[in-house]
């Protein structure tokens, strides 16, 4: 693999120009802006909310220095609370060029989305010419995540990804998986994977206080429908989602902007701190997606039984689909047909292995299906996070 | 959970997910009555499995651990024979009768 050298040492495997709204008010500016340029190259990502947030701002602070992205527009209406100058100064920090355009200040909508269509095409000019350099698999992040699942999923797609985790933590890149209110009932199981024993109290924790979360939010964590679909226990469900995680020795558990120290498999807590304030923690898989670009991951393996054809902006996601008749109906959209399990033309080990020789061209620069397609979905809510405590990283 | 032969299929219609587990996962719908290969021997299924149902690999004796993915899923509440379905007639939650947390410990499985 090659990959674009970054100021602080990270390498990215895409050069993307974001386009960042700050307040809904400006989110029209900035697709307007967007639209002139394929969405490979200039993707619009932004924060709806007028209210001030520390966690957006910390999150669009690492979105806008992830190592995919290789140069920022700041869209601001002008009077809305977040602080443009703080994150303009971390970009700038980085070495990419950056530029904030206030509509109120520009005269408009007009003026506003010539001046950065201008900008843009400026920008693309001198990242054509940004110079890579080789990268290897321990400089990877890659995150994991599934939706859409169904009775297939913890079947085929799950411990498949798991596989190819194994595989690539073993060779030193650092992988990420998360929901931990998915994995309800694994938390013996996980505690005796950590890295030292006062880790796997922490993940416990991060657990313990997802139930608390959803139950606040009257959110089943065990449904009629899942004993429908042939689970029959909440700790075989979590077990479903946890295959996901692979066999690995869990490093550390991560919160959402927080960049894994080295190799190494992680654990994402992505459910707020402190009361519940918000409403749901995440209110659709892409915020998770969000979340896991935040720490770093340079690609997303995404597990779906049912068929979900979503794709990211600043990273690629590789879809990895459960189920043979999804994939038969969706296949344009899947990258990899694990449902071949089933039908037994291919092992669990065979899958995984497709699947990691599959990020590595993705890190070479093949499209994914979704990108391919031009999806470049982005969400990013309200919510509050502490920082995580020492016994998180216990090799750090 | 153990790496041996984990991948081996035994039918089409199971999938051995793990070598320590006691169940196979259904990987296509199998009516009760229709045979199954299970440790070689054929043997008739009780009820109707779907896709994700499970299938006991062996015999398990009531208080047994239901052991899935090389980990343990829950408990036997009766005997179960080598081929019936293993599921929330014949299996209870350790996690739910064992948890404090709030909200799961009085849930009943469905």
């Given at each position: 693999m090659n990959g674009y050298l970054r100021s602080d040492g990270r390498k990215g495997i895409r050069n993307v120009t974001l386009v960042v709204y700050l307040v809904e008010c400006a989110h029209h500016v900035a697709r307007a802006i967007s639209q002139n340029f394929a969405p490979q190259d200039v993707q619009v990502v932004g924060f709806p909310g007028c209210y001030p947030n520390e966690y957006a701002q910390s999150m669009m602070e690492r979105l806008c220095t992830h190592?995919?992205?290789?140069a920022v527009l700041l869209v601001s209406l002008g009077c809305e609370g977040f602080n443009k100058l703080k994150l303009k100064d971390a970009v700038a920090q980085s070495d990419r060029p950056v530029e904030v355009l206030t509509i109120q200040g520009e005269g408009g909508t007009r003026t506003s989305v010539e001046k950065g269509v201008k900008w843009v095409e400026e920008t693309q000019k001198v990242l054509a010419e940004t110079p890579t350099v080789p990268m290897e698999i321990s400089e990877l992040v890659v995150g994991t995540i599934c939706g859409g699942?169904?009775?297939t999923s913890g079947l085929t797609a799950n411990p498949a990804i798991g596989r190819a985790f194994d595989n690539l933590v073993e060779q030193g890149a650092a992988c990420i998986f998360e929901e931990t209110g998915e994995l309800i009932g694994c938390e013996a199981i996980m505690e005796s994977r950590a890295a030292t024993p006062e880790l796997g109290k922490e993940l416990s924790k991060s657990i313990e206080k997802a139930a608390r979360y959803y139950e606040t939010l009257g959110y089943p964590s065990f449904a009629p429908g899942n004993a429908d679909g042939g689970l029959s226990t909440i700790e075989e469900k979590s077990m479903g989602a946890y295959a996901?995680?692979?066999?690995?020795?869990?490093s550390g558990l991560l919160k959402p902007g927080d960049i894994p120290p080295q190799g190494g498999l992680y654990l994402l807590d992505v459910v707020p701190d402190g009361?519940?304030?918000?409403?749901?923690?995440?209110?659709?898989?892409n915020a998770e997606i969000v979340e896991l670009i935040a720490c770093g991951c340079h690609v997303i393996l995404f597990a779906t039984g049912r068929g979900s054809v979503v794709g990211s902006a600043i990273s690629p996601v590789i879809k990895v689909c459960a189920n043979p008749l999804t994939y038969s109906r969706l296949s344009e959209d899947m990258d990899i047909n694990a449902g071949r399990i089933l039908d037994g033309a291919a092992s669990l080990s065979q899958v995984g292995e497709e699947i990691f020789d599959l990020v590595r061209a993705v890190g070479r620069g093949r499209m994914t299906c979704s990108e391919e397609l031009g999806h470049t979905e982005f969400v990013l809510t309200y919510k509050s996070f502490e920082p995580i405590g020492p016994a998180c990283l216990p090799n750090a | 959970m153990s790496d041996t032969n984990a991948d081996k299929i035994t039918d089409n219609r199971l999938i051995l997910l793990d070598e320590q587990d006691n169940i196979l996962g259904v990987a296509r719908p199998i009516r009760a009555g229709e045979a199954i290969p299970v440790n070689g021997e054929y043997v008739r299924l009780d009820r109707n499995a779907g896709i994700g149902f499970k299938v006991a690999r062996q015999e398990i004796k009531k208080g047994d651990s239901i052991v899935k993915y090389g980990a343990v899923i829950g408990t036997a509440s009766v005997d179960i024979a080598v081929g019936q379905l293993v599921h929330v007639h014949n299996m209870n939650s350790n996690y739910l009768a064992n948890t404090e947390l709030a909200g799961l410990g009085g849930e009943k499985k469905a």
């Open positions: 190592p995919n992205v290789g699942s169904d009775g996901k995680s692979g066999r690995s020795t869990i009361e519940v304030r918000f409403g749901f923690p995440n209110i659709v898989d | -």
